[in-house]
């Protein structure tokens, strides 16, 4: 069952070019979304997040957009650094007072210098 | 800044014993979480706590597992009858309010033989 669906498993990018990771959910109860940064032998490092009520959020060289007609949405990271290289993952809360996050598989950034 | 700690960070257990995870939440926050990730597979909510009570819980968390707020500082998460399948990346996290970023400490990895 996924709800929230990464369909890149890994991506590869020039340092200093932007780099764009996907996501996809199903659940039209989805309301709050995160991203989240992993490093291995990390916990997730929660990264930036966007309520459904807006379209776009930003922070820094991180932005957000959410297209809630096309249950998409993306994650833009500009300039992308090597540090940036790790794992990220999307995530959803569903609201409706659900306390748990939903999370996609994952999309492995390569920023290669 | 203030982050999760858990321990042990690894955790080898035979078969059938139990045991127990530990978790130290970031001081102010109200809900605390456990989340598994089998190795190769998605992150998994477990369980959510808030007042000194399950407030959520998933398909996964049956009869075997129980958590625990014994102090005001920790919380735990008591795996009984350990199966080889038990045997995953346990995440622990809290967040200030509902709907709020949850914040993740580094895991414990448990290897049940």
């Known amino acids: 069952d996924q709800q929230v669906k990464q369909n890149s498993p890994s991506l590869s990018v020039q340092e200093g070019r932007i780099s764009i990771l996907n996501c996809d959910y199903t659940?039209?109860?989805?309301?709050?979304f995160l991203w989240y940064k992993k490093y291995p032998a990390e916990g997730p490092t929660f990264l930036i997040s966007i309520s459904s009520i807006k379209d776009k959020n930003e922070d820094g060289r991180f932005t957000v957009f959410l297209n809630k007609s096309a249950k998409h949405l993306s994650l833009h990271i500009v300039p992308s650094q090597p540090g940036d290289s790790a794992v990220y993952f999307c995530?959803?809360?569903?609201?409706?007072?659900?306390?748990?996050?939903?999370f996609g598989k994952g999309t492995k950034l390569s920023v290669i210098p | 800044e203030p982050e999760v700690t858990q321990t042990p960070s690894h955790q080898v257990t035979q078969m059938g014993q139990e045991v127990i995870l530990r978790c130290v939440p970031i001081s102010n926050h109200l809900y605390f979480y456990w989340y598994r990730q089998i190795l190769g597979q998605k992150v998994e909510f477990l369980v959510s706590?808030?007042?000194?009570?399950?407030?959520?819980k998933s398909e996964i968390f049956d009869d075997q597992f129980s958590v625990e707020r014994p102090d005001g500082s920790n919380f735990t998460l008591k795996i009984r009858s350990t199966k080889l399948e038990d045997s995953a990346m346990y995440f622990c996290?809290?967040?200030?309010?509902?709907?709020?970023?949850?914040?993740f400490g580094d895991g414990t990895r448990l290897s049940i033989l």
């Open positions: 995530a959803a809360y569903s609201g409706a007072g659900s306390y748990q996050l939903t």
């Open positions: 996290a809290s967040s200030e309010a509902m709907l709020q970023p949850q914040h």
């Open positions: 659940n039209s109860m989805f309301d709050y």
């Open positions: 706590f808030y007042n000194n009570e399950i407030s959520e």
